[in-house]
């Protein structure tokens, strides 16, 4: 026999601090009591108040959600409640579709009867004995056949009606009704259904739909409360309680974390700023390429400063409705000061905030809701004073496009750059990105570092990601220095592909690669070859890998033309080898084309043009599209210096390669060999010595050149 199952302790008002927690607790110790007695289920069944725990810790575990003080009542989430579809709603649609049907039926009721005429048909049908009833008011007849009779035009009926023309003889008709038995009735006619059930029957339903409408309404709230909804804040609100992100969590940009640690501090103790005077940034602008960590940052400064943090994208502000982006904005604010002290992070800032005379005046195209939206925030930053506690952080990774209305003193004044880690930086951000995955002994996380120049956090943590689903897919045990290497080879260039290749392709790209190679290992001021191969990977053929030993901030124009003959060796290959070249060098030539450009427009290398800027940093300028901000006798200046300078690279190019011929044979007879070497494999094949300043060591991915 089954245990008994023990029942809960009572619960008393007395017990409880609150009527609506009382009310609660009565209703889970029913529920409770409930199950007991139906399933008979040996074991106790879990308690109301283990219910009433689980469901509390359930709801404050929620991300955004801020958990209430033990006894206070549950408050309003500020949302309409849920519309359910239940059995009983479709009942109700079931009733409105058969009630239409009915008033329709009825409708068409009276219209069943067929117009016969009064002679000759319907004495006929008299005389023949035909007709078995009538009713008559006036000079109008309707009555029944004894069966189905047919009129022209009309279906077989037993239903009829006519009229009495007033010259006819009713004394005759009336006895030869009586001669053939006829059913003489003088009630009035049935016209149709009496004026009370026409009226319910045609404004019944509507009325049914009018009302059940207005009780969804009332149920879900008002009209005003509906159109309220969507003016309200789209903000995450995270709580600083349970896993919160410090800096701790943040690696790389150690200037950035330098930088708000001020901020952190006046959120921690204002009253150490306030009493001399001093006053905090109303914003702080974030402003990077995207991957650099800029959001992440703006949580750690939330979680180190232990204060709620308000998160939402500026394009969330803006809708179809007007005035909802602004709206928005107020409802953000109100809740981020009734929480002070907090931040308000927008990322994306750009997407409201771009400047609004941008362009020729008149054609801007500028959106009047979004400047609303952009006046806004404007406003409500203006509404800040010293001992409010909240702060502002955007986000932008196009800080020149922005209002210079948002950058003044007192609203984002405080402008800060998260760059592209160092190399010491993506070493930081790889053990971050590491701490929960098993690395084989011979993975150094400083040599993987030193492969990646240019890479950000998103680009390094995709990396240790692709590593760790690569060395899951071969079974290892943990993630080797291999699973790395081959991950960046599928992030750079994609997955290898099985390309059948004729042999004189595979010879082609060979001397192609090779010619890349021969170039830079020969060319003072060009980067170290790391890596050589001609599988297939991507959209290429084949992949030449150069980099830097060190990450580079600025370059010489000796080495930005080396830039640009390492790129011409392939293309100079082929038409050394072959005497014709191909399209497999087109990323070549539009890769530098754009160097010599940037040299000849940005950056002052050319004499003929001078130490002028001619070329937008952004490539649009402040014109309309189409309208160039120089000359034409510039623009074609320009074209010309960019032709010289890449033809005189071309043919400092083609002579270096034929003096070297036996060089550029022997690395492309290793390539179609082994298909793939790696540096040192590389230098021996083509039988050249590395320069002083090279070292061994891992490829990198600084620069690509394709067939």
Same mark, same amino acid.
């Given at each position: ?155 077989? %009926? ?214 609303? %939206? ?334």
């Amino acid at each position: 026999m089954p245990a008994p199952i023990p029942r809960p302790p009572p619960v008393t008002r007395a017990t409880w601090p609150s009527s609506s927690l009382w009310l609660t607790a009565r209703a889970y110790a029913r529920r409770a009591e409930r199950c007991r007695e139906l399933t008979r289920l040996p074991g106790p069944v879990l308690s109301w108040h283990r219910v009433l725990v689980s469901t509390d810790s359930q709801r404050d575990s929620s991300p955004g959600r801020l958990r209430q003080p033990t006894g206070a009542p549950p408050q309003p989430s500020g949302r309409p409640p849920r519309f359910r579809i239940t059995w009983w709603w479709i009942a109700v649609v079931l009733a409105l579709f058969a009630i239409n049907y009915y008033a329709g039926s009825r409708a068409t009721q009276g219209q069943a009867r067929v117009r016969v005429p009064y002679s000759p048909f319907f004495l006929q049908q008299v005389n023949a004995g035909h007709v078995k009833e009538i009713t008559s008011k006036g000079t109008a007849i309707q009555g029944t056949f004894t069966q189905k009779e047919r009129y022209a035009g009309s279906k077989a %009926t037993t239903r009829f009606k006519t009229e009495i023309p007033t010259f006819a003889d009713t004394k005759a008709l009336s006895q030869l009704l009586q001669r053939k038995g006829v059913i003489v009735n003088a009630q009035p006619l049935q016209t149709g259904a009496p004026w009370w059930e026409n009226l319910l029957l045609g404004f019944g339903p509507t009325l049914l739909f009018l009302l059940l409408l207005v009780w969804l309404m009332r149920r879900a709230g008002n009209v005003q409360g509906m159109l309220g909804a969507f003016g309200r804040s789209r903000a995450r609100r995270y709580q600083p309680t349970g896993d919160r992100v410090t800096f701790a969590d943040v690696a790389g940009i150690d200037e950035a974390k330098s930088e708000l640690s001020e901020v952190v501090d006046f959120l921690r103790s204002p009253d150490k700023y306030l009493k001399l005077g001093g006053r905090i940034p109303h914003g702080v602008l974030l402003a990077g390429p995207p991957g650099t960590g800029k959001t992440l940052l703006a949580r750690a400064v939330a979680g180190e400063a232990n204060v709620p943090f308000f998160s939402m994208s500026a394009s969330e502000f803006v809708e179809a409705i007007v005035g909802i982006g602004a709206s928005r904005v107020r409802d953000l604010f109100a809740q981020a000061k009734e929480a002070a002290p907090a931040i308000v992070f927008i990322d994306e800032l750009d997407a409201i905030g771009r400047s609004r005379t941008s362009g020729v005046a008149g054609f801007s195209g500028g959106n009047d809701e979004r400047e609303q %939206t952009l006046n806004q925030i404007l406003t409500e930053m203006d509404g800040f004073d010293s001992s409010t506690g909240v702060i502002v952080i955007g986000a932008t990774n196009r800080p020149d496009v922005l209002d210079q209305a948002l950058l003044r003193p007192g609203r984002f004044d405080r402008r800060i750059a998260v760059q592209p880690p160092d190399r010491n930086g993506r070493e930081q951000i790889l053990k971050v990105h590491t701490r929960g995955v098993p690395l084989g002994p011979d993975v150094d996380l400083g040599r993987i570092a030193a492969t990646t120049p240019g890479m950000v956090g998103a680009d390094l943590a995709n990396l240790v990601n692709e590593a760790a689903l690569l060395a899951a897919r071969r079974n290892h045990d943990v993630v080797t220095e291999a699973d790395f290497t081959d991950a960046l080879e599928r992030i750079v260039l994609g997955a290898e592909r099985q390309v059948m290749m004729s042999k004189e392709d595979r010879r082609r790209t060979a001397y192609h690669e090779g010619g890349h190679a021969i170039v830079g290992m020969l060319t003072e001021g060009a980067d170290p070859v790391r890596k050589i191969s001609i599988i297939p990977r991507g959209l290429s053929l084949g992949v030449t890998f150069s980099a830097p030993e060190a990450d580079r901030y600025s370059y010489e124009q000796r080495e930005l033309e080396a830039k640009i003959k390492v790129a011409l060796g392939g293309r100079s290959a082929e038409e050394i080898v072959f005497e014709e070249p191909t399209t497999g060098a087109e990323s070549d030539i539009q890769q530098l084309t754009e160097i010599a450009r940037q040299m000849v427009g940005r950056w002052g290398m050319s004499t003929k043009i001078g130490p002028v800027a001619v070329t937008p940093v952004d490539g649009r300028g402040p014109f309309l599209p189409g309208v160039a901000e120089v000359s034409q006798h510039t623009q074609e200046l320009i074209d010309d210096e960019v032709r010289r300078i890449v033809e005189a690279a071309h043919a400092e190019v083609v002579t270096l390669l034929k003096g070297n011929r036996d060089k550029l044979d022997s690395l492309a007879a290793a390539l179609l060999e082994h298909e793939t070497l790696d540096e040192d494999e590389a230098y021996a094949a083509a039988h050249v010595a590395k320069r002083l300043e090279e070292t061994p060591g891992e490829y990198a991915t600084a620069a690509r050149k394709a067939v």
